[in-house]
Structure formats: C-alpha cells, structure tokens
C-alpha cells in the first residue's frame, strides 16, 4: 500500500509538475510539499484529496474484509452451540489434543 507521500509524488509526476508548481497550485510551499512526499508530514485526508484535485486526480478510499485464515465454517457452527457447550465441545477437543501427544511422545 502506498503512503500518502508516494501516492502525491507518483500523482506529480504523471502530470509532469515539479514540487514548486505543485505548491504554487495549493498555495504553499515547495518545501511543505517535500516534506509530504518524504513522509516527514502526514497529511489530513482532506488535504491530500485537495493536492490531488489540484492535478485533476481523485482520492478514493475503500475497504475490504481481512482474510486471518479462519474458517468462517467452523466458527459459524461453533456459535450456534450456548457458550456452555461451546466450552464443553473445547475442552473435549483439547482432551483429544493431549491423548495424541501421549500417543505421539509413546
């Protein structure tokens, strides 16, 4: 993913502005654009969206759901069970774990 400073100097470059026509654009300095592009100042999301509106450019956000590698499956069904037998059906499980490590360690 990119930081707010890269996503602004690739934006510049596509549109061939140097960082002082940039700034002159957004009424700043070169120097507060500089500092944007190396990451020394993060900026709002406001103002990020507005330097890219400057070059014609829109800021989108998005989201999207994090895969953790959880069987959404088996949590589904878990839940279904009352937290008292959800405990039951762990504790069995964990019995079972330990009865194979026996039986692995012989």
Do not use: C, K
């Not at 930081?3 to 510049?12: M, S, V």
């Not at 549109?15 to 592009?37: C, D, K, P, V």
């Not at 400057?54 to 499956?73: F, N, S, V």
Request: proline content about 4%; charged content about 25%; overall charge positive.
């Amino acid at each position: 993913m990119a930081t707010p400073g890269q996503l602004l100097r690739d934006a510049r470059r596509r549109h061939g502005l140097t960082q002082q026509q940039l700034a002159m654009r957004a009424r700043t300095s070169q120097a507060a654009i500089s500092r944007i592009e190396r990451g020394l100042v993060s900026p709002s999301v406001g103002m990020l969206a507005q330097l890219l509106d400057l070059m014609g450019e829109e800021l989108t956000l998005d989201a999207a759901p994090i895969d953790y590698g959880h069987d959404r499956t088996i949590l589904r069904e878990n839940l279904r069970h009352e937290p008292a037998a959800r405990i039951r059906r762990q504790a069995a499980w964990a019995n079972q774990v330990r009865s194979f490590q026996r039986a692995v360690r012989g």
